[in-house]
């Protein structure tokens, strides 16, 4: 017995059957055009005579062109149907040759099993028989799995052998996840440092609980030099905060530099990648920026609790650098979030909690800017933009229940 697998067809030659149509509303067209210069021609000849026959004349002519725009909106739905079809018809003929393949295969341990079985052998003992029985079984099972993994992979799903991965092995396979866990392990030890003690933290401005630092590290023989601002925020928590800074939804209520933030792909739960649209700063050149934005709950303790938001500059297939005319910018951003709550006799309220942050961002706009200019920038800006998510979020959370 074998698997015969036939080509899938579709009922009608669509490709010719759209070629005739667009034939015939290019007749259309021309008759609509001479249909259009007689009735001209006719109310032309009827000025002053009979106003009501000109406007009925205008009436079908109207409806003509009517007829033939809705003949043009009919074809092209045809066209897209077309092209949706055909895609599907190869995705099918793909997953009829992977299940063929595999029959086959089943075909031949089956064939293998009846030989052998016909077959007169030596005698067995018990054990040695239920282990020949065992591995026939495996055997069998294995393929079944074989089978079953391909119409996993037909729907779109990625499974594990027997059970679903873990939530954390799940989170390791995105491509992202490396680079992000290494700049988390980086800002996590910046977070417990005390810059008002550690030389290599150079206070630069302070603007009430908001402090600007540069920060100089060496690593592998490279000085590292970066911006790195520190703030308290009231009444909220490190959860409450990393979510008003990951979401895309809440960014666009209250960075008003953006112009517009799309989800490209996610990665995972908390990580995604996003193209960003920045406003035009009048006379430079308009800005837009591909990142993955990744969120994760480092100290779980409650109400001691501790986020990080990681945003990176990556690439991605579908929004290629300089697409629409854009200079590319390029990211990495850091926002470390702890939450402080001395109250422990009882259940905190809003006047009990705040919000400990650390935050960096390295920016590099595109097309030519000195770096000192951006430095200047950089360190003006930062504690504009903490002041502005700051007063968002505690106006965000203010009403609603205490979230870690």
């Known amino acids: 017995m074998t698997l015969q697998i036939a080509d899938v067809k579709l009922p009608v030659d669509l490709n010719r059957t759209v070629s005739d149509l667009n034939i015939k509303l290019e007749e259309l067209e021309s008759f609509k055009d001479s249909l259009s210069r007689q009735l001209a021609d006719i109310r032309s000849k009827l ?3 009979d106003q009501q026959l000109g406007q009925q004349l205008a009436t079908v002519q109207a409806t003509v062109t009517g007829i033939v725009a809705t003949t043009a909106n009919c074809i092209d739905m045809m066209q897209d149907r077309e092209h949706f079809l055909h895609d599907k018809l190869a995705a099918e003929r793909e997953k009829y040759r992977n299940l063929e393949i595999l029959y086959q295969a089943t075909n031949r341990e089956n064939s ?8 007169q052998g030596p005698h067995l003992h018990e054990d040695q028989f239920f282990d020949a029985i065992e591995e ?11 089978l079953r993994q391909v119409e996993v992979k037909e729907n779109g799903v990625v499974a594990s052998e027997g059970e679903e991965a873990s939530e954390e092995a799940a989170k390791q396979q995105h491509r992202m996840y490396k680079q992000m866990q290494d700049l988390i392990t980086k800002y996590v030890a910046l977070s417990k440092q005390d810059p008002e003690q550690d030389s290599s933290w150079q206070p630069l401005s302070k603007d009430g609980v908001t402090k600007i630092y540069r920060k100089e590290e060496e690593q592998n023989n490279v000085l590292l030099d970066y911006l790195v601002a ?7 928590t490190a959860g409450e905060m990393a979510e008003v800074f990951h979401s895309g939804e809440l960014k666009l209520k209250w960075d008003h530099t953006i112009e517009a933030d799309k989800r490209l792909e996610e990665l995972d739960e908390h990580c995604a990648v996003y193209h960003q649209i920045l406003k035009r700063v009048w006379p430079t050149a308009q800005r837009d ?3 993955a ?14 986020w990080i938001v990681c945003n990176v500059s990556c690439d991605h297939p579908t929004t290629p650098e300089g697409i629409s005319g854009y200079t590319r ?20 309220t809003r006047a009990d909690i705040r919000c400990k942050i650390v935050y960096s961002a390295s920016v590099n706009p595109g097309g030519w800017a000195p770096s000192a200019a951006v430095r200047a920038v950089s360190q003006r800006e930062y504690p504009k933009f903490l002041k502005k998510i700051s007063a968002f979020a505690i106006d965000h959370v203010k009403k609603s229940e205490i979230r870690y």
Do not use: R, W
């Open 112 to 119: 293998e099993l009846i030989e052998n079985s016909t077959q």
């Open 293 to 306: 934005s990744h969120k994760q709950q480092l100290e779980t303790q409650t109400p001691n609790s501790s």
């Open 329 to 348: 910018a390029t990211i990495e951003v850091v926002l470390f979030c702890q939450t402080v709550c001395e109250k422990t006799d009882s259940a905190p």
């Open 47 to 49: 000025v002053g005579e």
């Open 230 to 236: 520190t703030t308290v925020v009231e009444g909220v």
């Open 289 to 291: 920026v591909v990142y």
């Open 136 to 146: 026939t079984l495996d055997k069998m099972e294995n393929l079944e799995e074989q």
